[in-house]
């Protein structure tokens, strides 16, 4: 029979109205987003040896990135000057951006990191495009990585 | 009994006045109530909260933004029906006013054939739709007004038949002799609470809840406005305050549907022990408030159900509810002339 499934129905509408809604009134109530959220992409300048990587992985093509080569001191003492690519520009085009994650993912050499900070929209789409200082910034909002679970394996190397 | 006596032309503006305040705070308290707010919460969301207290001005906004939006006409439309049939429908609901009463006075007038005026205008509303649906020149708003045609046939007659049971217990057509002989019915030899026939006429009341839910095309009975598959029906080529007009008949009428189940199975003004000018006075709160509650029915309803199919819909209406309505009149004749 029909009939008891539509009074069900009723039932179930009923008290979904008499329960609180679920809805965060966002602008005046602020939820915090969880640790691993993808928010914002932030860049660890340091670390970054302009392999291109993540710029030839990222579907959408929104980063940028132009650099050159310079000498470093030394890791020796009398030895031979070192060669290191060092950033003239990485640039990521948040308008272009679909927080895939593949350029965190494929980094060699941990540059980047998800930070959970959402707030950055902006009246003119160009100013989405945020240059290097600007992705350094938001490593300020990385969190600490998470602890490992009981009994994983300890990680081979340090993060440097 | 108000001791206040008015020149016809008097009377008749104050009337028309009210009415045309009335469908717009009709519209306005039913969108907001229940389209708005309602609905969000059985969706388990807020709704609108920016526009006055908890979006309370929403609707007044989107009103504001109706009236400033360009009137177009579609190319190929019949630019006068296409021009006149948002005015025609809204004419339906505001005919349906002239007979719903508010209190002993308060009635625009007091028709010996109220129920009757009151069914036969608000079929008035299909002209409207059909003229619309034809003049846009568009299949879509076209099939909308055809099924809206089809659909509002079909569920006349259960309307009509369900309320015939109240009028042949009343033993009257006049809105006002409906009230007053709930007021002094018995059930079972109790008086205190009149006779709302609600409970002699239960049968009515469902059928006649069941068939003003598709005359008001809601859900689940909106095949002729559907979305997802005619855009928006009859209304798809519509743009500022003609659409508003639409959108203002149908809360109107369903305001106006709100108040003829109230009054004809709850009782409408008429609440125990409240008598002469002070029944003047409180009629139109007790009638509000009988209005909100057979609302609250009509929209819970629609904010539950899916769409019926367009011959699931035809199938309720001509097997189920006409023969239905039609065994309920027969007994309520054949306990009419027993008890």
Same mark, same amino acid.
């Not at chain 1, 691993?36 to 660890?44: D, F, N, P, T």
């Not at chain 1, 992985?57 to 929104?62: A, E, G, H, N, Y």
């Not at chain 2, 948002?86 to 349906?96: G, H």
């Not at chain 2, 109107?252 to 709850?266: H, K, S, Y």
């Given at each position: 029979?029909?009939?008891?499934?539509?009074?069900?129905?009723?039932?179930v509408t009923f008290r979904a109205m008499l329960k609180p809604a679920v809805t965060v009134q966002y602008?005046h109530v602020k939820e915090a987003p969880p640790?691993?959220?993808?928010?914002?992409?932030?860049?660890?300048?340091?670390?970054?040896?302009?392999?291109?990587?993540?710029?030839?992985?990222?579907?959408?093509?929104?980063?940028?990135?132009?650099?050159?080569?310079?000498?470093?001191?030394?890791?020796?003492?009398?030895?031979?000057?070192?060669?290191?690519?060092?950033?003239?520009?990485?640039?990521?085009?948040?308008?272009?951006?679909?927080?895939?994650?593949?350029?965190?993912?494929?980094?060699?050499?941990?540059?980047?990191?998800?930070?959970?900070?959402?707030?950055?929209?902006?009246?003119?789409?160009?100013?989405?495009?945020?240059?290097?200082?600007?992705?350094?910034?938001?490593?300020?909002?990385?969190?600490?990585?998470?602890?490992?679970?009981?009994?994983?394996?300890?990680?081979?190397?340090?993060?440097? | 009994?108000?001791?206040?006596?008015?020149?016809?032309?008097?009377?008749?503006?104050?009337?028309?006045?009210?009415?045309?305040?009335?469908?717009?705070?009709?519209?306005?308290?039913?969108?907001?109530?229940?389209?708005?707010k309602m609905m969000s919460h059985m969706q388990s969301r807020l709704g609108p909260m920016?526009?006055?207290?908890h979006g309370?001005?929403?609707?007044?906004?989107?009103?504001?933004?109706?009236?400033?939006?360009?009137?177009?006409?579609?190319?190929?439309?019949?630019?006068?029906?296409?021009?006149?049939?948002?005015?025609?429908?809204?004419?339906?609901?505001?005919?349906?006013?002239?007979?719903?009463?508010?209190?002993?006075?308060?009635?625009?007038?007091?028709?010996?054939?109220?129920?009757?005026?009151?069914?036969?205008?608000?079929?008035?509303?299909? !002209?409207?739709?059909? /003229? #619309?649906?034809?003049?846009? %020149?568009?299949?879509?708003?076209? *099939? &909308? $007004?055809?099924?809206?045609? +089809?659909?509002?046939?079909?569920?006349?007659?259960?309307?009509?038949?369900?309320?015939?049971?109240?009028?042949?217990?009343?033993?009257?057509?006049?809105?006002?002799?409906?009230?007053?002989?709930?007021?002094?019915?018995?059930?079972?030899?109790?008086?205190?609470?009149?006779?709302?026939?609600?409970?002699?006429?239960?049968?009515?009341?469902?059928?006649?809840?069941?068939?003003?839910?598709?005359?008001?095309?809601?859900?689940?009975?909106?095949?002729?406005?559907?979305?997802?598959?005619?855009?928006?029906?009859?209304?798809?080529?519509?743009?500022?305050?003609?659409? !508003?007009?639409?959108? /203002? #008949?149908?809360?109107?009428? %369903?305001?106006?549907?709100?108040? *003829? &189940? $109230?009054?004809?199975?709850? +009782?409408?003004?008429?609440?125990?022990?409240?008598?002469?000018?002070?029944?003047?006075?409180?009629?139109?709160?007790?009638?509000?408030?009988?209005?909100?509650?057979?609302?609250?029915?009509?929209?819970?309803?629609?904010?539950?159900?899916?769409?019926?199919?367009?011959?699931?819909?035809?199938?309720?209406?001509?097997?189920?509810?006409?023969?239905?309505?039609?065994?309920?009149?027969?007994?309520?004749?054949?306990?009419?002339?027993?008890?």
């Amino acid at each position: 029979m029909e009939l008891p499934g539509l009074l069900k129905g009723l039932g179930v509408t009923f008290r979904a109205m008499l329960k609180p809604a679920v809805t965060v009134q966002y602008p005046h109530v602020k939820e915090a987003p969880p640790a691993r959220a993808r928010g914002v992409i932030a860049l660890k300048e340091e670390n970054c040896t302009v392999c291109m990587l993540c710029a030839r992985q990222c579907p959408d093509w929104c980063i940028y990135i132009e650099g050159y080569k310079d000498k470093a001191p030394p890791r020796r003492e009398g030895g031979k000057a070192r060669t290191v690519q060092k950033l003239d520009r990485f640039d990521i085009d948040y308008s272009l951006c679909m927080y895939c994650g593949i350029c965190v993912e494929v980094c060699p050499f941990d540059a980047l990191f998800w930070s959970p900070e959402y707030e950055y929209s902006e009246a003119k789409i160009a100013d989405l495009l945020h240059d290097k200082e600007k992705l350094g910034e938001w490593m300020e909002s990385v969190p600490e990585p998470l602890p490992l679970e009981v009994g994983a394996l300890a990680p081979k190397k340090a993060a440097k | 009994m108000i001791g206040i006596d008015l020149a016809y032309w008097q009377s008749t503006g104050i009337k028309v006045a009210v009415v045309l305040g009335i469908i717009p705070a009709g519209a306005l308290i039913f969108g907001y109530v229940f389209l708005l707010k309602m609905m969000s919460h059985m969706q388990s969301r807020l709704g609108p909260m920016e526009a006055g207290f908890h979006g309370s001005l929403q609707l007044v906004a989107d009103g504001l933004k109706f009236l400033q939006k360009e009137d177009i006409f579609p190319a190929k439309a019949d630019r006068f029906v296409f021009g006149i049939a948002p005015l025609v429908v809204l004419m339906s609901t505001f005919l349906l006013y002239v007979v719903i009463p508010a209190g002993p006075d308060l009635i625009v007038e007091d028709l010996d054939t109220g129920i009757f005026f009151a069914m036969a205008v608000s079929s008035l509303s299909v !002209l409207g739709i059909l /003229m #619309a649906g034809w003049a846009s %020149a568009n299949k879509y708003s076209l *099939i &909308g $007004a055809l099924r809206a045609a +089809g659909q509002l046939i079909a569920y006349e007659l259960p309307l009509i038949l369900a309320v015939v049971g109240v009028i042949v217990q009343a033993g009257t057509m006049s809105m006002q002799g409906i009230v007053m002989a709930q007021a002094d019915g018995e059930i079972f030899g109790i008086g205190a609470i009149g006779n709302p026939y609600l409970f002699t006429q239960f049968f009515g009341f469902v059928i006649f809840l069941i068939a003003a839910q598709a005359e008001l095309t809601q859900a689940p009975f909106d095949m002729p406005v559907a979305e997802s598959e005619l855009v928006a029906g009859y209304m798809t080529e519509y743009t500022g305050f003609r659409f !508003l007009f639409f959108f /203002m #008949a149908e809360f109107g009428t %369903a305001f106006a549907f709100a108040a *003829i &189940g $109230a009054t004809l199975f709850l +009782g409408g003004w008429y609440v125990p022990g409240v008598e002469g000018d002070l029944a003047n006075l409180l009629g139109p709160f007790v009638l509000f408030a009988k209005i909100m509650a057979v609302a609250f029915l009509i929209f819970w309803i629609r904010f539950s159900y899916p769409r019926l199919r367009e011959d699931q819909l035809q199938t309720l209406a001509w097997k189920y509810l006409i023969p239905l309505s039609l065994l309920n009149i027969a007994a309520t004749g054949i306990l009419k002339v027993a008890l």
